[in-house]
């Protein structure tokens, strides 16, 4: 499989081009994760003033991890929300790409621009790849900056221990490593489906379906029927990277020029 | 001459698809030979093939049976390198309506590999009369801007070989002309070109050869020669007085097939004009006529295209009845 990093280059400008240009999908890049990094930041400030006002939050009906019960009642609380806060941080480079990717093959043959860039010496591989990037990326990029001004905002308005329980190890690997991957496997997985369907909502929520198992062990750990450890994510983290190759792969081979060119209406 | 383009028995059938459909042939054994700096022009009704054939000499579709060289790179083995070395309009320009059209130029010189991109891109824009409009996004491009800058792109990356599908299709007459002037700049720069059109006028007046297809070829040849295998060649002779022996005497002359006076000139049917002309004009001057002018008649290339179709059609009965 043939790989020219120029072309893959080319691809991913182009799609960051067009995608800059699409209002829809910029604000709702924008949007989810300005809501969640509100919800985090208004939470904590929440019970750091409950806190200080000596306000009694033992009515507060939350489970508290025993691990956490030598500390005051409201700090255990914000750490607590702030696991379950983080985890749908880690969600976003997966529910967020699916829609672009989803696009970005029906996209181009909606606007009849598939025929040219098909007959052009880019390869599946490359084009994938690329589409695939592009759409990761962005996502990424908005995490790791969603997850920052979180830290930021949680060293200015909380106490220490929460900062400290913020920066675990489990969390920066998880963004750093975890997410991308997760990211690439969501959005792989939508220009896959997007090769092999006509119409972008079929294409997202075929995607999304795949996506639900991913949603599920979240959804576990939130409940505490899982724990999230260095081991767990980097477990994931291999998972995830392998399931990439394996998607992109059996995206490359289910790719077929003549069908979409010939068939699709 | 060295052919840039050969095809040898190109044959695409599309399996059946879904219930009640049937297999295609849609094109079926095409021989071809195209030489360096030929303008060949592929005329035939819609659902003749076209299409399918120059998608398939893209390396864009993969033919059922046959083979083909084009730039040397046999389909098929070498569908990267045939990628990489023509340029094509499909038959929707097929533009990034969101991006303006540098960046629409920059991104598919990107991919060909054109070293000079910025350089390229302004050559082209400027060729093409969209240098002004080179930072307007191209959705806001008439339906002949739109068409311009595909073909800007299609030759971005200077191929050898062109495929233009229907290149003046759906456009006004104006911009068609300019369409039309720069396929003719062109072909003047040598460049050769593989043109689908319905317009025959355009073919006429563009093509070194023609190709009527329906599936296969019916038909190749020049559209001067076309109309010489069908029609025959004829001249119209004006002169100041037109007198019976003249007439007479150049039905004696051996390459004379038939004369005729008609409108007050004669007609007169040969085997070539541009070799009989002189003879005929001498013997008429020696013979004391005044000779006005003199001018080929032609057949329009509608005349040729429908003779032959026509011609098809009650084979394919024929066949049927056998």
């Not at chain 1, 996502?139 to 675990?168: C, D, E, K, Q, T």
């Not at chain 2, 098929?76 to 969101?98: C, F, H, M, Q």
Request: aromatic share 8%.
């Amino acid at each position: 499989m043939k790989m020219r990093p120029h072309r893959v280059w080319a691809v991913i400008q182009k799609e960051w081009a067009e995608t800059a240009r699409n209002r829809g999908i910029v604000w709702m890049m924008a949007l989810i994760p300005a809501v969640i990094v509100l919800m985090v930041l208004g939470t904590d400030y929440g019970f750091v003033w409950a806190g200080q006002s000596g306000q009694d939050l033992k009515s507060v009906n939350m489970p508290v991890p025993p691990n956490l019960s030598h500390l005051p009642r409201h700090e255990a609380l914000i750490i607590a929300m702030n696991e379950q806060f983080f985890f749908y941080l880690l969600l976003i480079p997966i529910t967020l790409p699916v829609y672009i990717a989803a696009h970005s093959i029906i996209g181009e043959k909606e606007t009849r621009t598939l025929e040219p860039l098909l007959a052009s010496p880019v390869s599946t591989g490359e084009l994938l790849l690329a589409k695939g990037f592009a759409a990761a990326a962005p996502a990424v990029v908005i995490n790791w900056m969603a997850f920052s001004i979180v830290l930021g905002g949680v060293a200015l308005i909380a106490p220490p221990a929460v900062l400290g329980y913020a920066v675990r190890d489990v969390w920066i690997i998880g963004m750093l490593l975890f997410s991308p991957l997760l990211a690439l496997f969501s959005v792989m997985l939508g220009v896959l489906v997007s090769s092999r369907v006509n119409d972008p909502r079929t294409a997202q929520q075929i995607s999304s379906v795949f996506v639900m198992p991913l949603i599920l062990i979240s959804l576990m750990v939130l409940m505490g029927k899982a724990f999230l450890t260095v081991p767990l994510v980097l477990a994931g983290a291999a998972v995830a990277l392998a399931a990439d190759i394996l998607v992109l792969f059996l995206a490359i081979r289910v790719f077929q020029r003549e069908t979409i060119l010939t068939r699709w209406k | 001459m060295c052919s840039i383009l050969r095809v040898e028995g190109l044959t695409k059938r599309f399996p059946a698809f879904g219930k009640g459909s049937h297999e295609t042939l849609a094109v079926d054994a095409i021989h071809l030979e195209v030489q360096a700096g030929e303008v060949f022009g592929l005329l035939g009704p819609n659902g003749a093939g076209k299409t399918t054939m120059v998608r398939m000499l893209c390396a864009l579709i993969s033919p059922t049976a046959g083979r083909a060289w084009i730039n040397g790179f046999e389909l098929g083995p070498d569908n990267d390198s045939i990628r990489a070395s023509v340029g094509v309009l499909t038959e929707s320009p097929g533009l990034y309506r969101k991006l303006d059209a540098v960046t629409n130029l920059s991104f598919f010189a990107k991919l060909y590999g054109v070293r000079d991109i910025a350089g390229q891109v302004d050559k082209y824009l400027r060729m093409l009369g969209l240098w002004d409009a080179r930072y307007q996004l191209a959705g806001s491009f008439s339906k002949g801007m739109r068409q311009k800058l595909a073909i800007a792109r299609a030759l971005l990356h200077e191929p050898p070989l062109v495929f233009l599908d229907e290149p003046t299709a759906s456009l006004d007459p104006e911009a068609a002309r300019v369409v039309r002037d720069f396929i003719e700049e062109l072909r003047g720069r040598g460049r050769t070109i593989v043109l689908c059109t319905h317009n025959l006028d355009e073919a006429d007046r563009l093509c070194d050869r023609i190709g009527v297809i329906k599936q296969k070829f019916l038909c190749i040849d020049s559209p001067a020669r076309l109309r010489r295998q069908l029609y025959g060649s004829a001249v119209r002779v004006r002169l100041e007085k037109l007198a019976p022996e003249y007439a007479n005497l150049l039905r004696g002359l051996p390459f004379v097939k038939q004369v005729e006076a008609s409108d007050g000139a004669l007609i007169v049917r040969l085997e070539d004009p541009a070799t009989n002309n002189p003879t005929l004009v001498r013997v008429l001057v020696t013979a004391g006529a005044g000779v006005r002018y003199l001018e080929e008649l032609s057949v329009p290339l509608e005349s040729v295209y429908f003779d032959v179709m026509g011609q098809q059609d009650q084979d394919v009965r024929q066949e049927a009845k056998a």
